[in-house]
């Protein structure tokens, strides 16, 4: 008899009577975003680090608040952004994204996707070099929908902001962004 | 989907992230150490004993203050020196501390009895109460206005968080209790919210801050008194 994977419900369930396994089967799912996003609001790896730890903390203590059946992923990403956002650098001491190597490749993914394929390095550097001279607000809403490819609700939840400023933050950020790169033309 | 919203799209796919950390063994461990009976006095022990370290340190040293004074727990509060404060709004003196409930409704509310200075006449005719573990009095001390909070030091329910800019650190001893003294600068209080699930609210603040722990709860003065006055006040608390 093999042993199905529990649900994502059912874990929850279970770490609510606490069962840590249960926990620590969550954390494992989702410390990937979790990490990425606190770094990329907080402008440090080490930072980082510490939120995204911090966040599963009390996120586990606060099991009991947690709506049963609603998604898990926003509730965690607004912990642990939160904890990032509170030891945010400024943006001078802040690390900036950077483009990877051109030859490597993420494990697991040996073939750039179709639209990555379509940039050149030249115009991904342009393009980022945009996104960071865009004002916080801005720049973190982009960051978090497109970059880290977080739904809207998530990044809602990720910057503590409605989703219909989510909306408008990327709108204005985007209209930016075409601007810049207009101009750099 | 736009043409630029795709290219961001790409870029994140491009983005060279540094390595994601194994998260799961240090919350583990951390949740492991809340279950064990009595862990906070261990916690506080060495938290102190670091805090005393530290602030040794970093006062003989005073160019490595900012590196070294970083981060302190003390009871159910976090003092964290930070770069730059997060968005915060002013509080105005009653605003934002929660429901205003007669002593005993609060002390329900709260499940604790609230400790207090000795008043002339009768105790406070309000108390207020943030989430069911924050309770919060006003006092007038030394000619002065002062806030005196009050939350379990250990459990979800104690959550607190303050984060420091310029602010001078300096531990302090309340009778036989260890205390934290924050002076100066502005600085940011978090607290945990419960009536909106895991939302925390960050105000700032411009008074001093004596905090200090007595029995399981820990205690926070806010307001313009001077180190002596607070601890002064803080000593008449019971």
């Keep these: 008899m093999v042993d199905r994977p529990l649900e994502e419900t059912e874990l929850v369930e279970r770490a609510r ?169 | 989907m736009s043409a630029l919203e795709l290219r961001l799209r790409a870029l994140g796919q491009s983005l060279e992230l540094p390595s994601e950390p194994d998260l799961a063994p240090g919350v583990l461990e951390r949740l492991e150490d809340g279950r064990r009976p009595f862990p906070w ?21 005073p160019q490595a203050r900012s590196a070294i004074l970083r981060f302190f ?50 105790e406070p005719g309000r108390v207020y109460v943030l989430g069911d573990s924050l309770a919060t009095v006003i006092v007038r001390a030394h000619g002065r206005t002062v806030l005196l909070s009050e939350f379990p030091s250990f459990g979800a329910q104690g959550l607190k968080k303050l984060a420091v800019g310029k602010t001078v650190i300096e531990p302090v001893r309340v009778d036989a209790a260890d205390g934290l003294w924050l002076e100066g600068g502005s600085h940011t209080l978090t607290y945990f919210d419960r009536s909106f699930g895991f939302r925390e609210q960050t105000i700032l603040i411009h008074g001093n801050v004596l905090l200090w722990v007595r029995g399981d709860l820990t205690l926070r003065l806010e307001g313009k008194l001077t180190k002596a006055q607070a601890i002064d006040l803080a000593r008449r608390v019971r």
């Design chain 2, 73 to 122: 727990h003390l009871g159910g509060a976090t003092v964290i020196r930070v770069e730059t404060l997060p968005p915060a709004v002013e509080r105005p003196r009653a605003g934002g501390l929660g429901r205003p409930l007669s002593l005993p409704a609060a002390e329900r509310q709260v499940g604790f009895r609230l400790l207090l200075p000795p008043f002339k006449g009768r």
């Design chain 1, 17 to 185: 009577r606490g069962d840590l396994r249960a926990w620590e089967t969550i954390v494992r799912t989702h410390q990937g975003i979790a990490f990425r996003t606190a770094y990329a609001l907080s402008g440090s790896a080490a930072d980082a680090e510490e939120a995204a730890q911090d966040g599963f903390v009390k996120a586990y203590r606060a099991l009991g608040r947690f709506r049963r059946g609603a998604p898990l992923r926003p509730w965690l990403l607004q912990i642990v952004a939160n904890e990032a956002r509170n030891r945010r650098r400024s943006a001078a001491r802040r690390d900036r994204l950077a483009l990877r190597a051109a030859a490597e490749h993420r494990p697991g993914d040996a073939v750039p996707s179709p639209e990555a394929a379509l940039l050149s390095r030249e115009s991904q550097e342009q393009l980022l070099a945009a996104v960071e001279r865009l004002s916080d607000e801005h720049r973190d809403a982009v960051v978090c929908r497109y970059l880290l490819d977080l739904s809207e609700e998530e990044t809602a939840a990720a910057l503590g902001v409605r989703r219909g400023t989510v909306k408008s933050r990327l709108s204005r950020a985007l209209e930016r962004l075409r601007e810049v790169l207009e101009g750099e033309l």
């Design chain 2, 41 to 61: 006095r261990r916690g506080l022990a060495l938290a102190l004993a670091l805090v005393a370290l530290a602030v040794g340190a970093a006062f003989a040293v």
